[in-house]
Structures are given as structure tokens and as C-alpha cells.
């Protein structure tokens, strides 16, 4: 089974803080995602990556970025944290073959105060 | 720009009965994936089912099928012999292309209450 890992489940970080947020998968797949879910609003998407140093941005980039240094790992990096980023993160992985589908890991609950 | 609608924020069953759970999608594209994924309260979101649109029979996986309609642009999920179990938010979504890659975009749930 595809292993998709957050390293954190909950996070609680101050007003301006540069936050990390880690995601690891490790069944070789291209494609990694970060996703950010609110009630009401569904699953968002920030960023994306299909290789190694490559990146993407998706509907809702504003106040983050990502970095993608090796296959296995992605990393969603909030530079200033700000209370409006509250939320439930996800990230995904998939292999780069036509309507696979996402494996998520379990997110990571952040919370900026 | 694909959309993804769910008209049914909450659905209540009876355990050991089916449910069906609604959803229908906008594109201009004529070629999609369309897929169901449930997310109980730990908050992991977990693949269930995947419909190509030039499948021509429904999917099925165990107890999950998928009624696809595509004249309606409906691809809704059912889900027999309910269990405890399949309490959960599940939501409809579907590819896109943006800049040459596929991703998904995602409705905005529908909660399931499983009742014994």
C-alpha cells in the first residue's frame, strides 16, 4: 500500500512564524500535492510538483511556498504565518499515469494564533 | 473551469441499507476522470472509485458503485448493505488539466451518518 506521511498532526504556531509542514510518500510517485481543506469550502489546492525541483502553482499559492529537493519529500513552507491560514493541510502523491488517483496522507491541523 | 457539485451537505441511512450520494460535474473536456473519496473523522482521505469518461460500464468496487450518467453529467456514488463504518464525509471530484499536468478538483462534501 502507498504510504503517504505528515509530520506533524497538529500544529499550533504564532502570527509570523515561518512555519514547515513535511510530507513524505514512498511508493516513487512524480506527482506530490498540497491541499488545504476549510468547511464550506472543500479541498483547495496550493501547490503542486511532478519532479524533483519542480513546482507548480494551483488555485491558492498566496502567503505559501514549496520545496521539492528529493523524489520522496515535499514540503509546504509558510513564510510568515497568518491567522487566515488556520486549516486542515493535506498532501498527496501520484504516479504521473493518466486518472490515478491521489493517496493522501492523514493532514496536519495547523492553527496560528 | 470544471466544477464539482454535492446538493447534499448530510444523508442519514439505516445500516444495512443502500444510499446514494449525488453528484454532478461541469467540463468541456471530452476526456475525465471522475473519482469518490471518503474521509472518516481522522481525517485521512481514502480512494474509493474511479469512473474514465469514455468507460462504458459503471464502476464498481465491493460494495461502492459508481452510476454514471454522462449525457447529465452525473456520477453519483452508491453505496450497498451500509456499515457503522461508512459514517464519513465523502466527496466527488474530478481532473482538470492546468499547464499540462492532471489534477483534481474536489466538491464540497457530503456528510453520511450511518444510523444503527
Known amino acids: 500500500d502507498v504510504k503517504v506521511t505528515q509530520s506533524s498532526r497538529y500544529l499550533v504556531k504564532r502570527t509570523g512564524e515561518k512555519v514547515f509542514l513535511e510530507c513524505v510518500q514512498d511508493?516513487?510517485?512524480?506527482?506530490m500535492f498540497w491541499y488545504r481543506q476549510d468547511p464550506g469550502l472543500g479541498l483547495r489546492l496550493i501547490y503542486f510538483?511532478?519532479?524533483?525541483?519542480?513546482?507548480e502553482k494551483g488555485d491558492i499559492p498566496e502567503g505559501y511556498s514549496v520545496s521539492r529537493e528529493k523524489k520522496e519529500r515535499f514540503s509546504l513552507i509558510l513564510e510568515s504565518a497568518s491567522t487566515n491560514q488556520t486549516s486542515m493541510y493535506l498532501c498527496?502523491?501520484?504516479?504521473?499515469?493518466?486518472?490515478?488517483?491521489?493517496?493522501f496522507g492523514n493532514g496536519t491541523r495547523l492553527t496560528v494564533t | 473551469a470544471q466544477k464539482i457539485t454535492q446538493t447534499q451537505p448530510g444523508m442519514f441511512v439505516q445500516e444495512k441499507e443502500a444510499v446514494t450520494l449525488d453528484c454532478t460535474y461541469d467540463?468541456?473536456?471530452?476526456?475525465?476522470?471522475l473519482f469518490w473519496y471518503k474521509q472518516p473523522s481522522s481525517g485521512e482521505m481514502i480512494f474509493l472509485i474511479y469512473q474514465g469518461s469514455y468507460d462504458e460500464q459503471n464502476a464498481t468496487e465491493g460494495r461502492y458503485s459508481l452510476n454514471f450518467q454522462k449525457a447529465r453529467k452525473s456520477a453519483n456514488l452508491v453505496i450497498s448493505a451500509s456499515q457503522l463504518g461508512d459514517s464519513a464525509m465523502y466527496f466527488c471530484a474530478m481532473t482538470r488539466e492546468v499547464g499540462g499536468s492532471e489534477k483534481l478538483v474536489f466538491g464540497k462534501g457530503t456528510k453520511l451518518t450511518v444510523n444503527p
Open positions: 511508493m516513487d510517485h512524480e506527482n
Open positions: 510538483s511532478y519532479d524533483v525541483k519542480m513546482k
Open positions: 498527496a502523491s501520484s504516479l504521473v499515469r493518466e486518472y490515478s488517483p491521489l493517496h
Open positions: 467540463t468541456s473536456d471530452q476526456s475525465y476522470g
